[in-house]
């Protein structure tokens, strides 16, 4: 069996602190229009579209094929880490993969409900868009309608973040690789989220409120499967560093 490898340490303003302040800086952007201009820029007035509503990339590659293959991860995630209980060269890596499949349950399941409460509308849905719907900020109260909305957070961006679970399955055994699926993830969200932008379904901080929230999972996903695991079985010296 492999031997188990010592957490490294967690620094809480990088790994705690970053994600905190852009949830406070989303808050206050709440205050400014960034958000409709941002959008404004992916619609055409005289198409009285967005730009992209009707692409065949966006749609069918970009949405519906990139969802599968993150499912098939998610899937073959879940069965070696059921393999690892039975095959012994997978024992070493049970944790690490137990702390994957969490993660990426967690950054996938947690938006459909949150969609269902808060009930934010799309772009493609605002009358400034050509919808019926209007508009309405995160924290106001939803005005009357027969159809909510559903677009807060952004789904098919945490497509791409719920990746960041790749980032702490591998953080304390190949670092290297770790940093690598952490630009992996942040590439793939970030590339999916302006993909969904560019046809009307989320404003910008939709999706970077996704991140933040596949982040977090991520990072507690880590710390209470293998951080805290990690330190438990270390030596009292090891325990005090870390």
Same mark, same amino acid.
């Given at each position: 069996m492999q031997q188990r490898t010592r957490p490294r340490p967690i620094n809480? !303003?990088?790994y705690l602190g970053i994600p905190l302040a852009v949830a406070v800086g989303l808050v206050l952007m709440e205050l400014t229009s960034v958000d409709m201009d941002v959008a404004?820029?992916?619609f055409d007035p005289a198409a009285g579209q967005f730009i992209g509503r009707h692409s065949y990339l966006l749609e069918t590659i970009m949405h519906d094929r990139v969802?599968?293959?993150v499912i098939l991860i998610g899937l073959l995630s879940l069965g070696?880490?059921?393999l690892s209980f039975f095959w012994q060269k997978l024992f070493g890596w049970r944790r690490e993969l137990g702390c994957l499949v969490l993660a990426l349950g967690l950054s996938t399941a947690f938006v459909t409900p949150l969609k269902k409460v808060t009930q934010v509308q799309c772009p !493609?849905?605002?009358t400034q868009f050509g919808g019926k719907e209007t508009y309405s900020?995160?924290?106001?109260?939803?005005p009357a309608t027969d159809k909510p909305g559903l677009c807060w957070p952004g789904g098919h961006a945490a497509t791409g973040f719920c990746l960041f679970g790749l980032f702490f399955m591998l953080r304390d055994r190949k670092p290297k690789l770790a940093r690598v699926a952490f630009v992996v993830a942040l590439v793939a969200g970030s590339g999916l989220a302006l993909g969904r932008m560019m046809q009307g379904a989320h404003f910008l901080s939709h999706n970077v409120w996704t991140a933040v929230f596949c982040w977090l999972i991520g990072l507690g996903s880590y710390y209470f499967v293998l951080y805290r695991k990690g330190l438990a079985e270390a030596p009292a010296g090891e325990q005090r560093a870390a």
């Open positions: 809480p !303003w990088l404004n820029l992916f969802k599968q293959v070696t880490y059921a !493609w849905s605002l900020e995160l924290l106001q109260p939803r």
